[in-house]
């Protein structure tokens, strides 16, 4: 994972979610990287955290795609009119399209990685980019036909990010995403959909299961539009399936049986996800403080955390409703952890129990 | 929430996730907790976490009643017998059906405060239980009929744990947690099912919103069933709504714009979830920033905010490990984001346009 990369340029056209964080985790690695955006505020910040200036893109030694489905066919005429010769990976979320579009193209398909990386966020977007964001996912390619050195390429960036790679035919990728991402992704949206014109008072009991069961209602209507339109044959005979158990659940809800067995085959269904993929986790340790939620007391807390010479990995802020406290989380390495609590405590604050 | 509590020994019936996790809060605050389960093994181990020795439960100035739905007709009976004359308090997950039952017995309806944490895990039993399982959560009960010093001590309960206090009807509930509670749950089992008799290559490209859509269906089948069954009127409508959504679904899957309606309808149906404080999600202005990774740079951001009076609502780091620079975002009003930007680049930070 440590090895040297086989290239020292990389151009990258999409400065979002998924092809900034790329290039971050490239920039720490030492590669050049030039991010590039049709919307030039998205560029700026993008190349802004690469930390170097960008180049031509034409001069880049890999091109990365990282646009939405609808996008590709333009990067594809901007690589032609630039005669590029070199490596291209793309990003994009849907398979099949992809190759037939580079195999309709001028620019050569055994030069051409179609690859999907396994990872994403609700929130879209250059600010949400991340270097670790691959840490341990799962990473599709498509093999077939492609140049030895293209492959060697592709499997040197990923592996360098950290992810797993997972060769499978395009055919087959669009199968399965429709399955592990684009089903959960529509039903997910249809579940967030049912709390509209409901009592306010009825959403006040939200509890985690909502949350989580709702979590990627947030997602880009954008971009996933494409992604279903893009791959509905696939979707669709799913959707049916979960549309007939859902008509035999309606049926038979006031069974104590069925219902347990419903649960049941749910239990099954998700003993099947593969854990993680050996890949390392981010594993923190989460340091629990309650705070008084007002102005100075988040400095306050980081005054303490400079002088113990602790680093922030990352933190959430719940506030309760109406409550005069907030409760603050800090993730930190396992030997920062404990340093950091008796601190903490030794100054007063209400620190509770880590979690790992 | 450090004020003394109003009673001095609680009695527990039922050793489960929420009953534990009741009484490990309660210990910490210096309260005499006896532990009952109907299974030996689970009471010991919930016993021996309480730090203390149980005494009679006939002896207890409050009960709680932590046990699933269908045995609380049994916790009516067992306390009967005792001619229990103090306060009762259940924490079952539907609410019609206690109070019948109670109003049925020769126990005070009075003395009975009807309540239900929204707080759960995917994982039960006493192992799970965690102290702070209730912090910042809404913890409903319906004080109709409710005599003054049961509903003060409910209250004081509740508070004592960190949760808020929700008062609603006991019908009103029902309907709710059929929308925020169970139709989550069935949804999830009907998604995670879909996954069996897949080809497991399929599998090894799930990533976080299927997992995080499928956690809640690792829940216990033998919990849920009752807890369906017995509030099976108000859900059944629900899932029929989402069924006919479904179908619709179905029939326009290769239209982008109905797809994109889909997820557009899902976004309003989460904007509804209440956040931080209480109401509808607070619309914050995004404020990006570009900081060097390092311990201090965090105090010294948040001293820069304390210094124009910037309230922080919220904020997320992105960076990972040994990358050398990390962003920042801070969710700030919208009034305050003008004036946090203009001094934060007067100071020399490299802060990128806000995003609302």
């Given at each position: 994972m440590s090895a040297k990369l086989p290239f020292s340029s990389v151009g990258i056209i999409g400065?979002?979610?998924?092809?900034?964080?790329?290039?971050?985790?490239?920039?720490?690695?030492?590669?050049?990287?030039?991010?590039?955006d049709q919307d030039s505020r998205t560029q700026g910040i993008a190349q802004a955290l690469m930390g170097n200036q960008g180049e031509e893109i034409s001069g880049a030694e890999l091109v990365i795609a990282a646009v939405p489905v609808?996008?590709?066919p333009m990067v594809?005429?901007?690589?032609?009119?630039?005669?590029?010769?070199s490596v291209l990976i793309d990003v994009t979320s849907i398979k099949i399209k992809p190759v037939l579009e580079v195999s309709k193209s001028s620019l050569s398909s055994s030069q051409f990685l179609p690859?999907?990386?396994?990872?994403?966020?609700?929130?879209?977007?250059?600010?949400?980019?991340?270097?670790?964001?691959?840490?341990?996912?799962p990473w599709m390619i498509d093999s077939t036909g492609v140049e030895q050195q293209a492959?060697?390429?592709?499997?040197?960036?990923?592996?360098?990010?950290?992810?797993?790679?997972?060769d499978m035919p395009a055919a087959d990728h669009?199968?399965?995403v429709a399955l592990v991402s684009h089903l959960p992704q529509l039903i997910s949206s249809l579940l967030a959909k049912q709390l509209t014109g409901k009592p306010a008072s009825w959403l006040e009991l939200s509890g985690g299961g909502l949350r989580d069961t709702t979590r990627i209602a947030a997602s880009d209507p954008t971009l996933w539009k494409e992604i279903i339109a893009a791959n509905s044959s696939a979707i669709a005979p799913l959707l049916k399936s979960l549309a007939s158990d859902l008509n035999s659940l309606v049926s038979n809800i006031e069974s104590e049986s069925f219902v347990a067995g419903v649960i049941k085959d749910g239990q099954a269904g998700i003993a099947l996800i593969p854990g993680k993929h050996g890949g390392k986790a981010r594993e923190y340790t989460y340091l629990p403080i309650v705070i008084e939620d007002k102005p100075g007391q988040l400095a306050a807390i980081f005054d303490e955390c400079a002088k113990v010479s602790a680093n922030i990995e990352d933190l959430s802020i719940e506030h309760s409703p109406g409550q005069e406290t907030g409760l603050i989380t800090l993730a930190v390495s396992h030997s920062d952890a404990a340093i950091l609590k008796?601190?903490?405590?030794?100054?007063g604050w209400d620190v509770h129990a880590p979690r790992s």
């Amino acid at each position: 994972m440590s090895a040297k990369l086989p290239f020292s340029s990389v151009g990258i056209i999409g400065s979002g979610l998924i092809g900034t964080s790329i290039g971050l985790a490239l920039s720490k690695k030492g590669v050049s990287v030039t991010m590039l955006d049709q919307d030039s505020r998205t560029q700026g910040i993008a190349q802004a955290l690469m930390g170097n200036q960008g180049e031509e893109i034409s001069g880049a030694e890999l091109v990365i795609a990282a646009v939405p489905v609808s996008a590709f066919p333009m990067v594809i005429t901007t690589l032609e009119r630039a005669t590029f010769k070199s490596v291209l990976i793309d990003v994009t979320s849907i398979k099949i399209k992809p190759v037939l579009e580079v195999s309709k193209s001028s620019l050569s398909s055994s030069q051409f990685l179609p690859t999907h990386p396994m990872a994403g966020r609700e929130f879209s977007g250059v600010e949400s980019a991340r270097a670790d964001l691959f840490e341990g996912r799962p990473w599709m390619i498509d093999s077939t036909g492609v140049e030895q050195q293209a492959l060697a390429w592709g499997k040197a960036l990923i592996e360098s990010l950290g992810a797993q790679v997972i060769d499978m035919p395009a055919a087959d990728h669009d199968q399965a995403v429709a399955l592990v991402s684009h089903l959960p992704q529509l039903i997910s949206s249809l579940l967030a959909k049912q709390l509209t014109g409901k009592p306010a008072s009825w959403l006040e009991l939200s509890g985690g299961g909502l949350r989580d069961t709702t979590r990627i209602a947030a997602s880009d209507p954008t971009l996933w539009k494409e992604i279903i339109a893009a791959n509905s044959s696939a979707i669709a005979p799913l959707l049916k399936s979960l549309a007939s158990d859902l008509n035999s659940l309606v049926s038979n809800i006031e069974s104590e049986s069925f219902v347990a067995g419903v649960i049941k085959d749910g239990q099954a269904g998700i003993a099947l996800i593969p854990g993680k993929h050996g890949g390392k986790a981010r594993e923190y340790t989460y340091l629990p403080i309650v705070i008084e939620d007002k102005p100075g007391q988040l400095a306050a807390i980081f005054d303490e955390c400079a002088k113990v010479s602790a680093n922030i990995e990352d933190l959430s802020i719940e506030h309760s409703p109406g409550q005069e406290t907030g409760l603050i989380t800090l993730a930190v390495s396992h030997s920062d952890a404990a340093i950091l609590k008796a601190h903490l405590e030794s100054e007063g604050w209400d620190v509770h129990a880590p979690r790992s």
